[in-house]
């Protein structure tokens, strides 16, 4: 079992930054994989960023050049910076971990992105 603890988010202007930040615990040691997925109202839950357990990254199209996963495998925790953010990106965030078959999810984030 992993239990996943979000913390961040919060309303900002277009343009703003934000970081999301994710603490894992349990049985850590069998995750191989971490992300973020978000998603809107009355739209479906997409994929944000995923990060490996060796660093290797992988974005949406609709986040790339402004979001940046990173990882501290020291203390067991993930992190989504969001730059640039833009009315689109208004959504709960949720951080996942997966270990074998199984993904675990956080509680999710509010994040507005309003004027």
């Known amino acids: 079992q992993v239990q996943l603890v979000q913390s961040g988010g919060g309303l900002v202007q277009p343009g703003g930054s934000l970081r999301l930040s994710c603490a894992a615990s349990?049985?850590?040691?069998?995750?191989?994989?971490m992300g973020w997925y978000r998603q809107a109202p009355g739209k479906q839950r997409e994929l944000v960023a995923t990060?490996?357990?060796?660093?290797?990254?992988n974005y949406a199209d609709s986040v790339k050049g402004r979001f940046t996963i990173s990882r501290d495998n020291a203390e067991n925790s993930e992190y989504l910076q969001m730059n640039s953010l833009k009315p689109e990106d208004t959504a709960v965030y949720y951080c996942?971990?997966?270990?074998?078959?199984?993904?675990?999810w956080g509680r999710g984030a509010q994040v507005t992105v309003s004027s």
């Open positions: 996942t971990a997966r270990s074998a078959s199984v993904m675990y």
């Open positions: 349990g049985s850590i040691f069998t995750i191989n994989l």
């Open positions: 990060i490996t357990s060796g660093g290797s990254t």
